[in-house]
């Protein structure tokens, strides 16, 4: 009995931090869907291409200086978020702008052919080879009982934490975070009341593409190789958005955190005792996913939206 | 007016002499068209880079001999992404359109799969498969006479791999981690042959492809109290579960499939890979058989950029090898038929990169061996010859 609990503690714990990547990505998709509706259906290639910033930022100064040091890592970071500032702007002025007042269905269209072109970008530039990224947490772990986490998987859960609680602050505190929540509830309304609307626009597309290039960055070494592939992790952290509330950002981390965990633990503990688990491991997400939906149409943490005839 | 009937009874001998060069479609007087559907842009691109870049390393050399019979070779590739249907289309494209001698190397289980019915149709013949699922030599399905196989396929090497760990220690618990596809259900297939044959019981953990954790299987590997652990994974998986066992400090042997045997395994993994092993058909790139020798002078001759040197692009070569000497063999006038009759002749054929290669009209599996390779110190190691 004690083996079974330290195993699923275990799960839960390696879950949780596949889960915070689902959430990330799911935060993105989020915050873009909470000021313009529209589902940014590149999200998981942003996050590919932060990754692919940062290895080519911290391989290049490593040329440079052979040894990885911490300082290397550091300024690759802040490159790769500096790049992601420049890419989410000239995202929202290539895609969102030009289609500000066509239908929300055009937007989504739009950002499904820019996934296929990143994707396509990325592979002519960094060439077919997938990459072994470096990461400065190393191998390193840490033990306690029986459990035992990974330094990089506690770092990806931290980061998941403190992005959450910034974003919420952001949202719920500040002038600009609200006049974002304005500009989602009515735009027009809220160009009446003297919000800048476009820079509201531009302002999420920014925010989206510096947490997909956060979540790659961590993402990377955890997947020990580093290919355009990475992307289609977007598609998952998809179900995670919907699960959680589309549009919540407690709702993104949750679900994204449920979806790891489910994921981890009925490969693993609930295979092993039950074998016809393995048969529908795929599908166990979504059998969830569905099951809450019926209960709870709008996501765990989802708002009921009335609109009065 | 004699003189003229005279020259075109010439030049009509002249043209039948060219058309007898030209003795099947995609073969001219200087040149035969091979076709070769890859993953360019799906989720093995990396080797739709690399293999028919090895292959046209092979056939730049043989061409600047000279060509097979005065003919030049020259390989034409369409992108599959990895997905059957548009196999079929790209296939059916090369056949009709361009016109291809044989088809060779196509990648993938499922696209090879997909394209038998065209191969029976066409009777046009496809070498080197780029898949070790032992379903391509099976002689009783469709267009299996067209077929041949270079790879020694993943059921036989997960026999091999289970009788090795047995020979080495009789009391061995063995658990598999296998993908939850058609690469998986060959190695399963080859794990329950293994089952019967020795009266052992495989653990068996499944993962869905594109997995990016594995503690689940692991966990549960550690409580069925595996010691060994044979991994059919790709790249990514040997690395992760083997990072993931020794985070979570459980030490079997690890043991890998074919694929496995990337260098970048043991860089990626680092202390956690040392000691696995890996099964592989062909030899290391890096060794003295001849065909690695010669490979070697040639990445060195035409300067092959270092990254694309390794496993991958030396099984291109060395299938092109096959290619080649069937071609050889098919004599100047070549056609599908002779090509397959020629093929057949193989016996015991040896170059060094492959295990020695026999077809026969009843047999099309070519090899039924494979090297063990371990990482020792970070370095790939071969520990045995070829064994079966």
């Given at each position: 009995m004690d083996s079974l609990f330290t195993g699923l503690l275990q799960e839960s714990i390696s879950g949780t931090a596949l889960g915070c990547i689902y959430a990330l990505i799911a935060l993105g998709f989020t915050l873009i869907y909470k000021a313009?509706?529209?589902?940014?259906?590149a999200q998981g290639e942003l996050m590919m291409v932060g990754a692919y910033v940062n290895f080519f930022l911290v391989t290049s100064f490593m040329a440079e200086s052979g040894e990885p040091t911490g300082w290397i890592f550091l300024s690759g970071f802040i490159g790769s978020i500096l790049f992601a500032v420049l890419f989410g702007w000239f995202l929202d002025r290539i895609i969102n702008r030009p289609l500000k007042?066509?239908?929300?269905f055009s937007v989504i269209m739009a950002t499904i052919s820019l996934s296929i072109i990143l994707r396509a970008v990325v592979s002519m530039f960094a060439g077919p080879m997938s990459l072994i990224p470096v990461s400065p947490f190393g191998n390193q772990i840490v033990a306690v009982g029986g459990i035992v986490i990974s330094i990089l998987d506690i770092s990806i859960i931290v980061s998941a934490i403190l992005l959450v609680v910034l974003f919420y602050y952001f949202f719920h505190k500040t002038k600009w975070g609200i006049a974002i929540q304005a500009t989602s509830e009515d735009p027009v309304a809220a160009q009446l009341m003297g919000i800048a609307v476009k820079r509201v626009y531009g302002l999420v597309w920014i925010f989206s593409a510096i947490v997909a290039t956060i979540s790659g960055i961590l993402l990377a070494p955890r997947m020990s190789l580093l290919d355009t592939?990475?992307?289609?992790l977007g598609l998952k952290a998809f179900p995670a958005a919907v699960l959680g509330g589309f549009g919540s950002i407690t709702g993104a981390i949750a679900g994204g955190i449920m979806m790891g965990v489910i994921e981890t633990i009925s490969m693993g503990t609930l295979s092993f005792y039950f074998s016809w688990i393995k048969e529908i491991n795929d599908i166990i997400v979504w059998i969830v996913l569905i099951a809450i939906l019926m209960v709870k149409p709008d996501g765990l943490f989802g708002v009921e939206k009335v609109r009065k005839v | 007016m004699k003189k003229y009937i005279g020259l075109s009874f010439l030049l009509t001998l002249l043209v039948m002499g060219c058309a007898n060069r030209a003795?099947?479609?995609?073969?001219?007087e200087d040149k035969i068209l091979i076709g070769n559907v890859q993953d360019?842009?799906?989720?093995?691109k990396e080797l739709g880079a690399v293999l028919p870049a090895g292959s046209n390393l092979y056939f730049k050399y043989i061409n600047e001999q000279g060509g097979v019979h005065d003919r030049q070779i020259e390989m034409m590739v369409e992108d599959h992404q990895y997905n059957p249907q548009k196999a079929v289309a790209a296939a059916k494209k090369l056949i009709e359109?361009?016109?291809?001698?044989c088809l060779y190397q196509v990648i993938g289980t499922s696209p090879c799969e997909a394209i038998r019915p065209i191969l029976a149709e066409s009777g046009i013949p496809l070498v080197?498969?780029?898949?070790?699922?032992?379903?391509?030599?099976?002689?009783?399905?469709?267009a299996a006479e067209l077929i041949f196989h270079t790879d020694t396929g993943y059921d036989k090497q997960t026999g091999i791999l289970v009788d090795y760990i047995l020979s080495q220690d009789s009391n061995a618990k063995i658990g598999l981690i296998y993908q939850d596809d058609d690469y998986g259900e060959n190695v399963l297939k080859g794990a329950a042959a293994a089952e019967a044959r020795t009266g052992i019981s495989i653990q068996r953990e499944a993962y869905q492809r594109g997995?990016?954790?594995?503690a689940g299987q692991v966990a549960n590997l550690m409580k069925g109290g595996a010691t060994q652990v044979i991994i059919a994974g790709v790249v990514k998986e040997p690395i992760i579960v083997m990072k993931t066992a020794a985070a979570m400090g459980y030490a079997p042997q690890f043991f890998g499939t074919?694929?496995?045997?990337?260098?970048r395994v043991a860089l990626a993994a680092g202390?956690?890979?040392?000691?696995f092993i890996a099964s592989n058909f062909a030899y290391l790139w890096?060794?003295?058989v001849p065909t690695a020798v010669l490979y070697r002078e040639l990445c060195e001759k035409y300067e092959v950029p270092e990254a694309y040197m390794g496993m991958y692009h030396f099984y291109g070569f060395a299938t092109a090898q096959v290619l080649v000497e069937g071609l050889k063999r098919a004599g100047?006038?070549?056609?599908r038929n002779r090509l397959v009759n020629a093929l057949e002749?193989?016996?015991?054929?040896?170059?060094?990169?492959?295990?020695p290669i026999t077809y026969s009209q009843n047999d099309h599996a070519g090899t039924e061996s494979v090297v063990l390779v371990q990482v020792k110190e970070g370095k790939q190691t071969v520990i045995t010859d070829w064994i079966d």
């Open positions: 313009s509706e529209v589902v940014n259906f007042d066509e239908p929300v592939s990475m992307g289609f | 003795s099947a479609p995609g073969v001219s360019l842009s799906g989720p093995m359109k361009d016109q291809v001698f080197a498969p780029a898949t070790q699922s032992g379903s391509m030599s099976d002689m009783s399905r469709e997995a990016t954790d594995f074919s694929p496995t045997m990337d260098h202390p956690a890979g040392e000691g890096n060794s003295d100047p006038y070549p056609t002749t193989f016996n015991k054929w040896d170059e060094g990169a492959f295990p």
